[in-house]
């Protein structure tokens, strides 16, 4: 098992903690102060900061939601100086308007940091040759990757979506060794590769998959149409992009990374706090984040989080695979419906 | 009912299929219908096996879902390739 920044990933517990505490009081304070949404919103509720203590206070302060991000459009709640800023991503606006989520160097670095911490657990290195097939631009997905993938040290191929032929032709040419794409993607160079009998020249080992929720169906068909070991990455344009949770070679959910992420799960309904391991919304707030923190960002993704040893080392918490998003969710209404247990 | 399209994709990869299919929902009589759109996993296309692939493919689904939904099976290729985020529910509901 390797890892890409072993004193973090397998930290004690405690001490683990202890630096989410520190962390935590320090973003509470600097939020307060400097982003003037936060401000009000608290100061609305009638919390004094001060009785902030530590990372278990959280549940005193109000949740984050989409619609908070959409009013605050496009840059209400940039905690630094724009000059700080260096880049902005933002999401595809599928589901409304769009979301603007900004980043300073620092806040850079560590979504490199956290994406190579992925590539690595599922078994990268500077060996490696690695195919970023995620769109570039202003999805994260490329952005993440690619970041990731240079910090690894692997030779990086950055491709973006689309022209499947000239996909395959450099992944032959160049000895792609890993794939990074989202799922349904993956499946349709599985599909073109199968078609067109090119599976012996390719040197693929393994793919990482994500921006969207996939089942383990369809990793079973992706690694035998592929020949490789998939595997699932996790994270959201709001809180970073992806690499806020990764899966290791086990494929037995994903670590948090909890140095820079805190995570709670809450009732989609009426936002109650669930127990660890039960099924619920997962709630996210950025412990390091300098440009576009958030506090109790409810992310709208299912799933339950858990405290285990895991067989790799690390103490992080994992989280389950994503059922979905709950706007993938559709209610349908019908009057001869057939219950079956 | 609560349906995930995650369920449909699990059923359709279960029973050899793609993972190319589309969700259409719509609203008749103040009734929910829902199509699921998947293609061929046969070479040959035979009136009977697919029929029969038909009706076992609703069952399947209602099994898992509590549903009856009204299965087409289309030939390889007529369902559009994702590239990026798959967009594969078409709630005709939302349009009125």
Redesign the interface.
Known sequence: MSFYQKSIETMEYTRLKSMQNELFCDLIKRVYKSVNYYKEKIDKLGIDIKEIKSIDDIDKLPYMTKDDLRSAYPDKLLAVPKSESVRIQST?G?TGKRVIAYYTQSDLELWEECCARAIVATGGSSEDVCQVS??YGL?T?GAGLNGGSQRVGCLTLPMS??N?NRQIQFMIDLNTTILCC????A??LG?YIAKNELRDKLSLKLGIFG????????R??IEEDLGIDAYDIYGLTEIMGPGVAFEYNQKNGMHIQEDHFYAEVVDPIDGHKLQDGEVGELVLTTLTKEAFPLIRYRTRDLCKIYREKCKCGRTHIRMSKP??RTD?????????????N | MNIWPSQIESVLIKNGYSSNYNIFIDRINNNDIMDVVVETKNQTEDENTLCREVLLLENAIKDITGIKVSVSIVAVGKIERSEGKSKRVFDKRNLY
């Open positions: 595809s599928t995620y769109g999805f997905g979506t689309g499947t989202t799922p349904s993607y499946a349709n599909e921006a969207e929720p996939w089942t383990n169906e369809l079973n068909k059922i979905g993938d969710m559709f209610i349908v209404k019908c009057e001869h419906m057939a219950f079956t």
